[in-house]
């Protein structure tokens, strides 16, 4: 194992022995012991098959959890579907870069490649995955390379700031808000004929956290429009002091979002970030 992925590991073994004061603080996000409630709370979720089309989410479901305990079971629902075929994958911002999630099928021994700006600390290349190191919006990748793009919770960084968490390059402080288009323009040239691009994104009222921004109704447009897809799926989720739910556009469109580095947008819901999301399939 990479010395950084050993000392990840002990990082997560710190954090489930945490897991006692997380519940006595009242389960506050991205304290000690939330990683370890987190991730049980997706894994639950992945394997219950809890997020599935025209289903409400269980009474309770993901509270005081960020929107990866909608997004990775929206995601392996689409990917577990009768006939369908994940062939040759990319994964376009590397969420899906965990054991736990990688681990699970069709993921395990799937032909994946991770794509996001630099390294990150953990990889698992040994298990047959390829990484590669890039800007999404002009990759090398030859027109149709792929059969399914994966995009969770990446967009909306795109064209922003990227220095504070993902790479030192300076050239990646950014300001622009539509960067997101060229992304996903890009993903439609490398995409192959009937093709499948799965995204998720935070979605509300428009707000700009200068790291990552919230999507609005005209932005989703924007997105679709850039991929011009033959069909596609939209749906929205919410979250309050209850959890998680089903939602309709026009219940989020104002939803606002909790930055877990500046501690703008806090509210006492317990929301780990953003406090709504939108997910897309589209069929190119």
Known sequence: MHVDGLVFRIKEIADAAASPLYQLSGRRPWSLGYYTRKKASIESAIDGAAVQPGRQLPDGFGVGIDERVVEYPWLFDRLRRDGVKLGRMLDAGSTLNHDY???????????LTMM????EKRCYWYDGYSYVFGDFRKTSFADGA???IVSISTLEHVGLDNTMLYTSDPTKSETNKHGFADAVSEFRRIIAPGGRCLITVPYGRYENFNWFQLFDGA??????DAFGPSSF???FFAYDKAGWRRASQADVANATAFDPHSGRGRLDDNAGCARAIACIEMIR
């Open 219 to 224: 932005m989703i447009q924007a997105l679709i």
């Open 101 to 111: 999630v990688l681990s699970r099928n069709p993921l395990r021994k799937a032909d």
């Open 146 to 148: 792929f059969d399914t």
């Open 233 to 235: 799926d939209l749906e």
């Open 116 to 119: 996001t700006l630099a390294p």
